[in-house]
């Protein structure tokens, strides 16, 4: 956030998403979030420009490690 690179936000976003998903212990959940997947991925490409999003997101990473 601090460096203002978009990309590595992206990508640890990314990563942290993939590691959530493959714990959850429900298959049918997985499964959906898996479904809908692409929605979730326009939200966030529409959000990841703006700074207040940026923190917004660390912010949350950072309470679910």
Do not use: K
Request: charged share 25%.
């Amino acid at each position: 956030v601090e460096t203002g690179d978009v990309e590595e936000l992206h990508a640890a976003s990314e990563n942290i998403r993939r590691i959530w998903i493959m714990a959850v212990p429900n298959g049918e959940l997985r499964d959906t979030i898996l479904r809908y997947i692409a929605q979730i991925q326009c939200v966030r490409l529409a959000t990841l420009h703006d700074t207040r999003s940026h923190r917004v997101l660390v912010e949350f990473h950072s309470q679910m490690l």
